[in-house]
């Protein structure tokens, strides 16, 4: 099972852009699809999905709010996913989190976030106004 160490977060204006990562190591990442999800201060409660990708890449889905804006990706030689967050706004403001796992259908992420089969601790991004 691999380990996941997201990167990359940190303080930026509205309208600004960050790219944040996904790691992997100890085990073969190109078996997992991957999710990234966001929880914002504050709010034990929900955990939401932002965006997903298949495990060879050709798939992805967006939630809706960050459709256009964002964009997942990822490098299966450097055992990596990454989410580049262009235009973005204070409500984006959250802890990101990147969940993997291997059997899971891709269309079922969304609704699994918490239950997928590894997760990272995540980073925060900030945006402010």
């Known amino acids: 099972q691999v380990q996941l160490v997201e990167r990359g977060g940190g303080l930026v204006q509205a309208g600004d852009s960050l790219r944040v990562s996904c790691e992997a190591s100890g085990g073969t990442f190109s078996r997992y699809a991957v999710g990234w999800f966001r929880q914002a201060p504050g709010n034990d409660q929900e955990f939401e999905f932002v965006?997903?990708?298949?495990?060879?890449?050709?798939?992805?889905y967006y939630e809706d709010s960050v459709k256009g804006r964002f964009t997942v990706s990822r490098d299966n030689t450097k055992n990596a996913v990454y989410l580049q967050m262009n235009s973005l706004k204070p409500e984006d403001t959250a802890v990101y989190y990147c969940a993997a796992d291997r059997s899971i259908p891709l269309s079922e992420f969304p609704g699994l976030g918490r239950h997928l089969e590894v997760r990272g601790q995540g980073t925060l991004v900030t945006v402010s106004s």
């Open positions: 965006a997903t990708i298949s495990r060879s890449g050709g798939e992805r």
